[in-house]
């Protein structure tokens, strides 16, 4: 007897599917499997896909409630190769199927996730679904501590390119394959996997959790290469995404930590500036403070400093990590000198080395250091002359630099002279007029 295609069993699978089941909760397994295999040759010849994928479900149930896990992952290899089998009734099975791991013993697990991985692969119509697999997979090698393995597994997966994945299931996805990258200490992927997330997606409704959870994680990323800027911008991220203000505060305090610990340079000035213009710095008296004290341009006094605030600055969370703390210690120690520094160059063109020393509150020997540092980054202009101790701040002008600042200087000067002369002119002309 020859099927048409499209020929509906719609009837025949209501009926004859319950009657399998059964069968199998009867203890007659094989007679319910082989009853099953025969409608799924019909169905799948009549090609009638609704119907193909009930049976196909009720397979993987039977042989689930027999706990026939041997014959479950034959049967889900053959028929995934069936000629002629349609795409959606694989779909509904392989999903059957994956929604059974949960209830199984580890052994038995690994080996069903095994055979799914094996039959979708390749099958874009199942990306979806093997996406899953491998992230449940990679956190059962997580938890195993093989974090290498679990990372590698989800690298594997170009989540970025499925078409039947949600943008949040796959900035999830990518969230955590940065998660397991940054647990490997793998940075240079950790930054490339990054850039598959788009700011503006980020900023969309409903995506605030998310928004934190990548910031986060690129905190983690930035600390690696002490790039303070960078966590103190990441941190503004978080800071205008919370909503509890408690949390908002804290993440305001780190703000104005690591945008004082970054490097001088026109991004930072401009983000510190920006950031002494919040208004919920008034909460946080004593951060505001450290601020000011780095916007303003006078020579500070680092033990006076640390006195003042390392109580406050200690009870930060990223101060709990003891290492971690005498790092950012230390550089907020260079960033006061590196801050006074620059205050001093813009009160002296010329000053000794003992002087700038006692002014830095440092030896001779460290204050070179720092100031050649400032000079090859750009921040500073100088020159020391070792053999008078004298250093010079105030860059040399050549000939051609003198020559144009006399000739403004004059002209500067004429212009005086001219509007002078023309006031003692309309003096003279006011009085002329009252003495008629």
């Not at 049967?75 to 959606?88: I, M, T, Y």
């Not at 908002?248 to 610990?261: D, M, N, S």
């Not at 303003?296 to 406050?312: A, D, G, H, I």
């Not at 520094?341 to 003992?354: F, H, P, Q």
Request: aromatic share 8%.
């Amino acid at each position: 007897m020859s099927l048409k295609k499209g020929e509906d069993f719609s009837e025949l699978v209501k009926v004859e599917v319950p009657k399998y089941k059964q069968l199998g909760a009867d203890g007659k397994f094989g007679e319910a499997l082989e009853g099953l295999l025969m409608l799924e040759k019909k169905t799948r010849q009549g090609g009638d896909a609704p119907s193909l994928s009930k049976v196909l479900v009720a397979i993987v149930e039977v042989c689930h409630a027999a706990k026939e896990y041997k014959v479950l992952n034959e049967n889900l290899v053959a028929l995934s190769k069936r000629r002629g089998l349609l795409k959606e009734p694989i779909k509904h099975m392989v999903q059957s199927a994956q929604g059974i791991l949960s209830e199984l013993d580890y052994d038995t697990k690994m080996t069903l996730m095994d055979t799914l991985l094996t039959i979708t692969e390749g099958k874009i119509f199942v990306e979806k679904a093997r996406a899953r697999l491998v992230l449940e997979l990679a956190h059962i090698r997580e938890s195993e501590g093989k974090i290498d393995e679990a990372a590698k597994l989800l690298q594997e997966v170009q989540v970025e390119t499925f078409g039947t994945m949600k943008k949040k299931e796959k900035t999830e996805y990518i969230l955590e394959q940065m998660r397991l990258c940054l647990l490997k200490k793998d940075y240079v992927r950790t930054q490339i996997i990054s850039k598959k997330i788009h700011p503006r997606v980020l900023n969309e409704e409903g995506f605030g959790d998310l928004k934190i959870g990548f910031n986060k994680l690129m905190i983690q990323y930035y600390l690696d290469g002490r790039n303070h800027l960078q966590i103190a911008t990441c941190y503004w991220h978080i800071y205008q995404t919370e909503k509890d203000i408690t949390a908002k505060l804290e993440y305001l305090k780190l703000q104005v930590l690591y945008a004082v610990l970054a490097a001088y340079n026109n991004e930072q000035s401009d983000f510190a500036n920006r950031l002494a213009l919040d208004s919920n710095l008034e909460k946080v008296v004593p951060f505001q403070k450290l601020l000011k004290l780095f916007l303003t341009p006078e020579v500070m006094n680092w033990k006076e400093l640390e006195e003042r605030y390392r109580s406050s600055l200690n009870a930060l969370s990223v101060f709990e990590d003891i290492e971690e703390g005498e790092k950012l210690w230390a550089d907020l120690k260079l960033r006061v000198i590196e801050h006074n520094i620059r205050v001093i160059s813009k009160y002296y063109s010329r000053i000794t080395e003992k002087r700038l020393a006692t002014l830095l509150d440092l030896d001779i020997a460290e204050t070179e250091k720092h100031l050649s540092k400032l000079v090859v980054n750009n921040s500073v202009y100088a020159r020391i002359n070792r053999l008078s101790g004298v250093v010079v701040f105030k860059k040399a002008q050549t000939p051609s630099e003198v020559l144009n600042d006399w000739g403004s200087n004059v002209e500067s000067l004429l212009k005086i002279v001219e509007n002078t002369c023309h006031l003692i002119e309309r003096e003279n002309m006011v009085h002329k007029v009252e003495n008629k």
